[in-house]
């Protein structure tokens, strides 16, 4: 499995970005989802997208503003409205097989993508 994201950038307080995540070797079946980690805190959970029920999940200060959509078993997507300087992150694609109900843990993804900086100026 590979996974390669992209659509980062630095975009002002109530701009949009769109990221997008290119993966390899999975299934429909596979989870897909993002985290992101800005400097000096842990790794978040931030939305993903259940394997086989494409089912929606989403960390609550992002509901709303976010929106996760999967096309196929390759591509996934990540549009971000209404950014918050707070959402400065690297944000990173993730998948895993199956799904878990410990999907907020960032240990439950075996397969990661490479990151991409996502800047919000105030």
């Known amino acids: 499995v590979q996974l390669q994201a992209s659509g980062g950038g630095l975009v002002q307080a109530g701009g949009s970005l769109r990221l997008h995540c290119a993966a390899s070797?999975?299934?429909?079946?596979?989870?897909l989802g993002w985290f992101r980690q800005a400097p000096g805190r842990e790794r978040e959970f931030v939305a993903a997208v259940r394997g086989g029920t494409s089912t929606e999940y989403y960390l609550d200060s992002v509901k709303g503003r976010f929106n996760i959509k999967r096309d196929d078993a390759k591509t996934l997507w990540l549009q971000m409205n209404s950014l918050k300087p707070e959402d400065t992150a690297v944000y990173y694609c993730?998948?895993?097989?199956?799904?878990?109900?410990?999907?907020?843990?960032?240990?439950?993804?075996?397969?990661w993508g490479q990151g991409t900086q996502v800047t919000v100026s105030s």
């Open positions: 070797g999975l299934w429909l079946s596979y989870s």
């Open positions: 993730v998948a895993r097989p199956g799904w878990t109900t410990d999907y907020l843990q960032p240990e439950q993804y075996k397969y």
